[in-house]
């Protein structure tokens, strides 16, 4: 259909056939993929089950099982997940027999066997005594695995600084009712991460970190050997491989031939080693030098953004100008072959000889796990979808897709995606230009990819242009441009968001009138500092958003602790900089209207946050609305929830910016 057919309609107003309720209905999240022969296995977060993780396995006929009943005989719910260092992240692993998986509900770990096609009741293996665990691995043929310990105290109790250790835990059960058997092989840093078993058994890799560090800024690759015996697990003689203050090393992976592999940013950029540890020199070296990103920044445990195929290729995904790529790396001589596609690698991988596994993104249809068949008589382009995150509910001609922009900015250059309106019906009004909506991501060192996004197509598809932004400190660019940040968070982010929405005014391409900006977690931070420190944007939203630093520094959990001392300043020696930077002690600046949501149960940005910046912005006589849900952490995972959210946002933005939208978005 031409845009001579489309009916002309104000801009924000179109009919869109993305609800809000189509953005929970039948979607899942998907992550930690894992391939166990034929089978595979992934997580599925389920906003119609409250946010509820399920582990899924997939059998080689197609069949689809949940490892674990939404409800157990007892009544009880479990949720597979942890909650260590808030953000969680590899909270289950494959175990010979069956499957090992971290319950949200009690922090405890669980074995579920094999039972026949199905799986038995799950067998607990630790007691609830306030220890917390992710990182499972398994040590081959000795009966226990390996987890990172955070502990918490009594059940209850609100330690603001867990210990940390790498444990030893039996897979017998015998450690259930008697912490005692739960063996501390490594404790002292202040962060451990990423235990890892050599095929043998023999050795074990692990990361460690201290503060103020946090993982992208400094991390060390150790190696020990285990010294297994009728007594029980050790480590010993344990060395530095890799890494230092001003190194970030991620990822360690052994190779079938006991070969170390990591990636570190020793040269600017997260690029592939190989250690070989049989030798005397003990010879790191790099596998394939390259200014492009082979990992992402450790927010959570188990990021996996490569794997081994066998013992010499490497399935490998990277980061180059603001794209993801996919490929197989030989790691002994650095041969690379690109696998680039309509499919974008945008989540964890996995991989075995024959078989690989990724969770991608499209540019026109909803992110997926994808298996990508290796052999000789491959079919179309030998991908196949495992399991849609959603049912596609936009034809291609509705979808808005990507298109990589770049601006100047400060001394320098910003990146980002734009995406314009797009309808299959509507177009917009003779002589009129959309509005914007600037899109902060949180981090602020994560980043976002260019493939289809529900939560963009919803302001497209209603006649509302998206301009989705890495800013300065964005991951994917290399350190330099990540370290942009350091020290000038709330200076070049919102400066990065500010230029890039003047430079498409500037382009004709958006109405410099009705500029919106949103995000979430940090980029609600962003957002709330733009809308106070410049006169750029009409409206805002904040999504768990920071509006006071200085109460950020002081009650925030352990792993981010110290995160601003890096972005801002140490505390409290620079509190004049957590002052000057937090907009709610600038409200007095504030002239913009804006939309606060918040979970109650929030304990990474705690809720009295978003209170007393609705307050302030009231106060000044400014148009503000705080919508509180309650039940809701860090990120919104409930149905109801995300829907009301979006369904509210809109609906302030319509008054703000003199549109009338088409849904019922009235009640919010």
């Known amino acids: 259909m031409s845009n001579d057919a489309h009916t002309p309609a104000p801009y924000g107003s179109w009919p869109s056939p993305l609800t809000a309720a189509a953005l929970t209905t039948d979607a899942v999240r998907l992550s930690e993929p894992a391939v166990d022969g034929d089978e595979t296995y992934w997580l599925e977060g389920r906003p119609q089950e409250g946010g509820r993780q399920v582990l899924v396995r997939r059998a080689a006929d197609g069949t689809l099982i949940d490892v674990i009943p939404s409800t157990l005989p007892d009544g009880s719910t479990f949720d597979v997940r942890t909650r260590a260092h808030e953000y969680g992240g590899a909270s289950y692993t494959v175990v010979p027999g069956g499957v090992v998986v971290s319950r949200a509900e009690d922090d405890r770990l669980y074995r579920v066997d094999r039972d026949g096609d199905g799986f038995a009741p799950p067998v607990p293996l630790t007691p609830p005594d306030g220890r917390r665990y992710a990182d499972l691995d398994v040590v081959p043929g000795y009966g226990v695995l390996v987890a990172v310990s955070e502990d918490h105290g009594a059940p209850g109790a609100q330690l603001t600084d867990p210990p940390a250790a790498i444990v030893a835990v039996p897979l017998d059960g015998s450690a259930a009712d008697d912490g005692s058997r739960i063996t501390v092989l490594v404790e002292g840093p202040d962060f451990l991460t990423s235990p890892r078993v050599s095929p043998d ?51 360690p992976l052994w190779t079938s031939t006991g070969e170390l592999l990591h990636v570190d940013d020793r040269t600017g950029w997260w690029n592939l080693y190989r250690t070989e540890l049989d030798s ?18 450790q927010w959570g445990f188990g990021t996996r953004t490569y794997a081994t195929i066998d013992a010499e290729l490497a399935l490998v995904t990277w980061s180059d100008a603001g794209h993801r790529h996919l490929g197989t790396l030989r790691v002994t001589n650095g041969q690379l072959e690109t696998w680039d596609g309509e499919w974008e690698p945008a989540g964890g991988v996995a991989a075995t000889e ?13 992110a997926a796990l994808v298996e990508i068949d290796l052999g000789p008589q491959r079919e179309g382009d030998g991908v196949r979808v495992l399991r849609a995150t959603a049912q596609p509910t936009l034809s291609p001609e509705e979808v808005s897709v990507a298109e990589a922009v770049t601006w100047p900015s400060g001394d320098g250059v910003a990146h980002g995606f734009f995406y314009a309106p797009k309808s299959s019906t509507h177009t ?24 289809f996004s529900p939560s963009v197509q919803y302001w497209t598809t209603r006649g509302i242009a998206v301009l989705d932004v890495n800013y300065g400190g964005s991951s994917g660019y290399g350190r330099a441009y990540r370290e942009r940040l350091r020290g000038q968070w709330g ?9 890039g929405a003047l430079w498409l005014a500037e382009q004709g391409r958006v109405d410099g009138k009705r500029l919106a900006i949103r995000g979430g977690s940090a980029g609600g931070f962003t957002t709330l500092a733009a809308l106070t420190f410049t006169d750029t944007f009409a409206v805002g939203a904040s999504l768990y958003g ?9 009650e925030t959990h352990k792993h981010e602790s110290h995160y601003l001392d890096s972005l801002i300043g140490p505390y409290p020696e620079r509190r004049d900089l957590y002052v000057e930077r937090s907009p709610i002690h600038h409200t007095d600046r504030l002239s913009a209207p804006m939309i606060l949501l918040q979970g109650t149960e929030d304990t990474v940005v705690p809720p009295n946050q978003a209170q007393m910046m609705a307050d302030a912005v009231a106060a000044r006589g400014l148009d503000v609305e705080l919508i509180l849900f309650e039940g809701e952490r860090h990120g919104f995972r409930k149905a109801e929830t995300i829907q009301r959210a979006y369904t509210a946002e809109l609906a302030f933005y319509g008054k703000v910016l003199g549109f009338t939208p088409a849904d019922d978005a009235a009640a919010g």
Not at 354 to 365: F, L
Not at 428 to 451: I, K, N, S
Not at 491 to 499: G, L, P, S, Y
């Open 280 to 297: 005397e020199a003990r010879r790191t070296r790099a596998v394939r030098p390259a200014e492009v990103e082979l990992s992402t920044p």
């Open 491 to 499: 200076i070049v982010d919102v400066r990065d968001c500010e230029t």
């Open 354 to 366: 024959g078989r690989v596994v990724v969770i991608a993104e499209h540019a026109t249809r909803p």
């Open 201 to 251: 058994g023999e050795q074990l890799a692990w990361l460690s970190w201290d503060h103020p560090a946090m993982p992208w800024d400094g991390t060390e690759l150790h190696v020990g050997e285990l010294a297994l015996g009728v007594h029980g697990v050790r480590v010993l003689d344990r060395r530095t491989i890799a890494g230092g203050t001003d190194v970030s090393v991620t990822e």
């Open 428 to 451: 917009g009004e003779p002589g009129t230009l959309p509005p914007l909506v600037v899109m902060t991501h949180g981090g602020p060192t994560a980043a976002t990819l260019p493939g």
């Open 546 to 554: 920071i509006g006071d630093l200085e109460a950020l520094a002081r």
